[in-house]
């Protein structure tokens, strides 16, 4: 795992713009994860933002960056804490609801079993995750990072200054800032 990795599909949640990130990488020596974990929590904790090892299986792992800060607000969500809360989450814990979550991901038996509520803790809008979960990944409005139940508009918006902000921090990187430099404060 790499930083490059890290800016390429963790930017928004780096720049403080996104709640959490998820992304997949090859790892064949599981205690050289946790070594490249703790070398990048070094980096980001001070910036609000960690980094865990959310599902290991078959030599890859999930790893979810994201700003407990932000998680934090966003289960406070009235609507969001009433679902979590039915899919078996304890809402008052944050740190237990990212334990379920990791615990559903692990035993995963087939990609109908997929826990669609991890959209909450990517900071997707409620509205988008809930319908998903409705109707089951079709007839939504729109699709892009997300696919949109709700508002278009505002998606549209959102789905742009990731764009952007992904963009922009790449660039940043390949002129040789370092991600403890593109990390930010939020």
Same mark, same amino acid.
């Given at each position: $795992?790499?930083?490059? /990795?890290?800016? =390429?599909? #963790?930017?928004?949640?780096?720049? @403080? ?5 998820? %992304?997949?990488?090859?790892? %064949?020596? &599981? ?10 929590? #070094? ?32 289960? #406070? ?16 814990? /944050?740190?237990? +609801?990212?334990? +379920?979550?990791? =615990?559903?991901? $692990?035993?995963? *038996? ?19 995750? *809930?319908?998903? /979960? ?10 892009? +990072?997300? *696919?949109?139940? @709700? ?7 959102? %789905?742009?200054? &990731?764009?952007? +902000? ?9 002129? @040789? $800032?370092?991600? =403890? ?6």
């Amino acid at each position: $795992m790499s930083d490059e /990795m890290i800016v =390429e599909f #963790c930017s928004p949640t780096l720049a @403080g713009i996104k709640t959490g990130n998820l %992304f997949s990488c090859e790892c %064949f020596d &599981y205690k050289q994860l946790v070594k490249d974990l703790r070398r990048i929590n #070094c980096i980001l904790l001070d910036k609000g933002i960690k980094a865990i090892p959310i599902r290991y299986l078959n030599h890859r792992a999930l790893i979810y960056i994201f700003r407990p800060s932000f998680l934090e607000k966003d289960l #406070c969500d009235k609507d969001t804490s009433f679902l979590l809360k039915q899919l078996g989450y304890n809402v008052d814990n /944050m740190s237990e +609801c990212v334990k +379920c979550l990791s =615990e559903k991901l $692990m035993a995963l *038996k087939s990609s109908k079993d997929f826990p669609h509520e991890i959209g909450l803790f990517l900071g997707y809008p409620y509205e988008d995750v *809930k319908g998903f /979960m409705e109707h089951k990944g079709e007839c939504s409005k729109c699709i892009g +990072c997300w *696919k949109v139940y @709700g508002d278009v508009s505002r998606a549209e918006d959102t %789905f742009d200054r &990731y764009r952007k +902000c992904t963009s922009e921090y790449v660039s940043r990187f390949k002129e @040789g $800032m370092t991600l =403890e430099q593109l990390a930010v404060c939020a």
